[in-house]
């Protein structure tokens, strides 16, 4: 592990880089699943950062599953799931998902373009009469595995031209300055219909985690409604818990 602390601005905050570090290992093979972390303080020795830097990044990715932590025994590397675990907690779009766990994405588009709003989506989206809403529509592939088939509709004011997501809507959202700021998700289980079943190459009559995901603006202003039809067998939502009222 080199000295992370060599003043260099970039590549971001320390944690962060951090971060990349152990997920390069864990890709790379140079760690394990099920391998021990060093302690905390020696990893600080090492990389010349603080405690409280290690002690984040390190938090951070127990959150997202890369890491778990055993109580009085120290971090370990986590161990390979069958499924993709997806935390519940942070607002992130599906290629960051993907890629920070190693794999390569790659979307068929099923629909793009602007039309003429439903009802529903006139509703959660706050449409003006006559506004139109933009429409995207992809089976998300990871690894060449199909995960989802993701069914977005945007406010236009926000995405105007639909026709310029190629990879990452978020991105694409990002770069007008409209990156989602916080989001409500639901989850519920359904089962395949046949067409869907069929882009997600799994029998009909298969088991999905339905996900709607209303995005919003730091404004709070409403800019994405999404329908999302996961594979029950490929992915799985972990949420942290913690003591509360
Ligand atoms: C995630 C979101 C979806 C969002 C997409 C953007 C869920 C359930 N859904 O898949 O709402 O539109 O990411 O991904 O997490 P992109 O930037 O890769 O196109």
């Known amino acids: 592990l080199p000295s992370l602390n060599d003043g260099s601005a970039s590549g971001g905050p320390l944690y962060v880089k951090l971060q990349r570090l152990i997920e390069t290992a864990v890709r790379d093979g140079m760690l394990q699943p099920g391998d021990a972390l060093p302690p905390e303080r020696e990893l600080a020795t090492i990389a010349d950062i ?67 709003p439903s009802p529903e989506e006139m509703v959660t989206l706050g449409l003006s009469s006559g506004e139109k809403v933009a429409r995207i529509s992809r089976l998300r592939v990871a690894n060449d595995t199909p995960m989802a088939i993701e069914r977005a509709a945007l406010s236009i004011q926000v995405l105007p031209n639909p026709e310029l997501v190629t990879l990452s809507l978020y991105a694409v959202l990002a770069e007008g300055g409209n990156r989602p700021a916080r989001a409500i998700q639901r989850i519920s289980a359904a089962i395949l219909k046949e067409a869907d079943a069929k882009l997600l190459e799994v029998p009909a009559g298969s088991a999905s985690l339905n996900i709607e995901r209303i995005s919003y603006l730091e404004s709070g202003k409403v800019i994405e409604f999404t329908r999302s039809i996961y594979r029950a067998d490929a992915y799985e939502f972990v949420a942290e818990l913690k003591l509360g009222d």
């Open 50 to 116: 603080s405690r409280v830097t290690v002690r984040k990044a390190v938090q951070g990715l127990v959150t997202t599953g890369l890491l778990v932590q055993r109580h009085g025994s120290g971090t370990f590397v986590a161990p390979r799931s069958e499924r993709v675990e997806q935390s519940l907690s942070h607002l992130t779009s599906f290629t960051e998902d993907m890629a920070r766990r190693g794999m390569i994405v790659r979307s068929t588009w099923l629909d793009r373009g602007i039309y003429p």
